[in-house]
């Protein structure tokens, strides 16, 4: 797809479906990997070997992302390469049809990153992203949230960052984007959609579109692409 760099929301998990792929840094270090685990905000593009692949994102304030970052077997720190279900990984999104129903997407989700962790993130926190995924609240602040959780707006924002490893802004921003995801099952008109989900403008949703993604909505959509759900917002899993 001819991905720009870029910085996700939230982590991801690429997997290479025919072939591996390459993780290129903003740094310049090079690395070749069938899957790789990319942390929120890490500047990065993927160059894919093969002619499909899959990308997983996983919700930071579920406990799915610390279980697949434990199932990794080269930490590179903000990146983790190597999943130990590997393999299956591969075999299963290669048999997987486009737009899966999430009965067939939930086993393979599973393999990822089984939600299956004890010590869930602090519950002031699950709350607060609870509230952020819910479609009658597309603007909901962040003093509005630490009022309702009980802390101090700096304080709040501290315990966010350190339970999920991304900011306010950038989840906030996920889940306007997953927003839109959802609401164009139904409407077909994508610049509504982004407005109506909280974003100031089309162009506003474009340009963070870009930032998270690497290309614009527009060239995403003009190729044979498919998202599918197996845990939608506020238990939000998007592959």
Known sequence: MNLGFHAGAVSCLAVGVDAGFTLELEDGARLKARTALVGARVRH????????????????????ERACHSLMAEDHGEVALGHCHEAELTAVAAGLAPG????????????AGPDRLSGRRDPRIRRAADRL???AEPHLSAAELAADVGLSVSAFLRLFRAQTGTTFRRYR???????????????PDLSTAAVEAGFASPSHFSSTF???FGLRP??????????????????????
């Open 45 to 64: 593009r993927i160059v894919a070997d093969g002619a499909r692949m899959a990308f997983c994102y996983l919700d930071p304030a579920s406990t799915r």
């Open 100 to 111: 899966a129903p999430p009965a067939d997407l939930r086993p393979w989700l599973d393999l």
């Open 210 to 212: 870009h930032g998270m």
């Open 173 to 187: 921003l996920w889940a306007r984007m997953l927003r839109v995801a959802v609401l164009l099952e139904t409407w």
């Open 133 to 135: 995924a819910d479609p």
């Open 218 to 239: 527009s060239a995403l959509f003009s190729q044979r692409v498919a998202v599918s759900w197996a845990e939608k917002p506020g238990q939000v899993t998007a592959q």
